[in-house]
């Protein structure tokens, strides 16, 4: 498609010229010729989209997709995990190491490039810190980054070893490269199903104390400020978290962390129906967890908001709970779990386009005449609802479908090309 014009769209992107502003926007063959008031296309074939009352602002970003390419394709592959990144208003997102074989080499790192080569989203490996992801051997990390990984995390996997980590802190300091941790202490969480409290004890299952992430936490904030080193934090959960991460930026630490859209909105009270599509990893908490994660999110603490998308096959889902596999596929439901939680638009762009980036070191879209177009256009008030005809996953292991939603990305563009909800 040549041209693309959006009118009376309201721009959102704070320190931009338009931001606040009603504006048309015009495209052509990728890139934005004009931002102002009643333009009109000399193209009679353009393809015209009345954006009243609908939001604009930078494409955005996840920074913690499971997609199963290579090796768990069943689960989901390149493709169809663009294909649902792109619905619900992604133009890119770093994949996790969460594969078979895991992203440990320049191969693994080159395969899931090339894959992706010519999407409309842009996808950027996360390395495996450790071979295999067993937390036992540094993998080739520096090879990694030269290749096109643009971080390094073991995935669903927390580094056990404080020995190891700290070298994976030292050693990828020295190339600017960015160490992800995945907070929670083993020993502490027991492999154990759901959130240790008052549900449940309820309901007789053992539980995952706030300990094992605050634990782990305060272990790798030791060690990045020991090494002088950038870190961060993916999926935190918990109330202790989010005190123990503000009191390390306030000393001047570099520590960045985001949280999982579903855990700004679930608690563990959803568990006693035991529905599997509420098994996750952390496990959904409390109220009061809640509370200080959605405070620590207005406050700037937390940078960023992910889907934590991880897609399980029906046998991994529909069995008993205490044997059921961790995970929601979640990149098209991020929009409306947010305007759920209460956020409005400007900190959803500040926590969904701007924050991801800055995290990653990678430039954020400047909606600026000349520049290459990636975009995202999205309505905070329209509602649909979320269903297997919707749903561009492979999976459909989330407990959102059949729920009316509110809050709905309109179009994505980028890279030259166009989705349209």
Not at 177 to 188: R, T
Not at 213 to 225: G, I, P, Q, T, V
Not at 227 to 243: C, G, K, L, W, Y
Not at 356 to 363: A, F, I, S, T
């Amino acid at each position: 498609m040549s041209t693309l014009l959006i009118t009376s769209a309201t721009v959102i992107l704070p320190g931009n010229e338009h931001h606040r502003k009603e504006v048309d926007v015009l495209i052509e063959n990728g890139k934005i010729v004009k931002i102002g008031k009643r333009i009109k296309a000399s193209d009679s074939a353009a393809n015209v989209v009345d954006a009243k009352g609908a939001f604009l602002a930078p494409g955005f970003f996840d920074l913690n997709v499971n997609f199963g390419e290579p090796g768990l394709e069943t689960k989901e592959d390149i493709q169809t995990g663009t294909a649902a990144a792109a619905a619900g208003g992604f133009t890119g997102v770093a994949v996790q190491p969460n594969t078979e074989p895991a992203i440990q080499s320049r191969s693994e790192v080159a395969l899931v490039i090339n894959a992706a080569k010519g999407n409309l989203v842009d996808v950027y490996p996360v390395g495996a810190i450790s071979k295999k992801r067993e937390g036992k051997e540094l993998a080739e990390l520096y090879d990694m980054q030269q290749t096109g990984a643009v971080a390094f995390s073991d995935g669903n996997r927390s580094v056990q070893q404080a020995g190891l980590m700290s070298r994976a802190l030292l050693y990828s300091k020295g190339f600017n490269g960015l160490i992800i941790s995945h907070p929670e202490d083993e020993s502490m969480a027991g492999g154990n199903q759901m959130n240790e409290g008052v549900v449940s004890t309820y309901l007789g299952m053992k539980g995952i104390p706030n300990l094992a992430e605050s634990l782990m936490l305060s272990r790798d904030l030791y060690l990045a400020e020991y090494n002088e080193s950038p870190i961060h934090f993916s999926t935190i959960s918990t109330a202790e978290a989010v005190d123990l991460i503000k009191k390390a930026k306030a000393k001047g630490q570099q520590v960045t962390c985001d949280v999982a859209a579903h855990h700004l909105v679930l608690s563990d009270k959803e568990v006693e129906g035991f529905d599997s599509n509420y098994k996750v990893n952390p496990p959904l908490r409390t109220k009061q967890d809640i509370k200080a994660l959605l405070k620590g999110l207005k406050d700037g603490i937390i940078n960023a908001v992910v889907s934590q998308h991880t897609p399980q096959e029906v046998e991994y889902k529909k069995v008993e709970f205490h044997i059921a596999k961790n995970g929601i596929i979640g990149l098209q439901t991020v929009l409306p779990l947010l305007v759920q939680a209460g956020l409005d638009e400007e900190i959803i762009v500040e926590k969904l386009s701007i924050g991801p980036r800055k995290v990653l070191g990678l430039e954020v879209p400047s909606l600026q005449e000349g520049e290459a177009a990636n975009i995202v256009l999205f309505d905070t008030k329209q509602k649909w609802t979320f269903d297997t005809a919707q749903n561009k996953s492979k999976s459909e292991n989330s407990p959102f479908f059949g729920q009316e939603m509110t809050g709905k990305v309109l179009l994505v563009f980028n890279n030259g090309k166009i989705f349209k909800n």
